[in-house]
């Protein structure tokens, strides 16, 4: 091989080991941290008023009221939803602590939005599963719908 053709070869292995080096230091970052907010959101919630709040907390008929771990090392514990946006992880700041090696320090958070209740995955390195299917966005959940979380089920109730 020509020196031209090693030297270049060494040069895409630094880039490529440079490359998995940020990635890595970018999952303990969001780790950590959480994920980032957008500006546009942040604002918008800071924008809600309290009376807007204070119209969700009345439970309905058929509405959920709380967030049960039904399966895994946490099973039995509860959460009110009256409490939302609820997170969900390992860390201490986590109204949902669960001790499990496949969760996040910040992993979900279940968060209301009109009538409908939502999980979003907070960039969690494992993520989070609704049935077998692992969610990207925050998506739309109701009673019943099983939520896994590492080797957690958590389910809406009334």
């Not at 999980?119 to 969610?135: A, F, M, Q, W």
């Amino acid at each position: 091989m020509s020196q031209l053709t090693l030297f270049l070869i060494k040069i895409a292995y630094l880039a490529i080991l440079w490359i998995f080096v940020l990635a890595a230091i970018s999952v303990i970052r969001s780790d950590l941290f959480g994920a980032r907010v957008p500006d546009a959101a942040r604002n918008a919630a800071a924008e809600r008023s309290p009376r807007k709040q204070k119209a969700t907390k009345a439970p309905r008929r058929g509405v959920p009221t709380q967030v049960v771990v039904v399966d895994g090392p946490s099973a039995g514990t509860s959460v009110s939803l009256q409490s939302a946006p609820i997170l969900i992880g390992r860390g201490a700041d986590a109204q949902i602590v669960l001790d499990d090696d496949y969760v996040s320090t910040r992993h979900a958070r279940i968060a209301v939005s009109g009538d409908q209740w939502f999980v979003e995955d907070l960039g969690s390195t494992n993520g989070t599963y609704i049935g077998s299917v692992r969610i990207n966005q925050p998506t739309a959940i109701s009673l019943g719908t099983q939520v896994r979380i590492g080797k957690t089920l958590l389910e809406l109730r009334k």
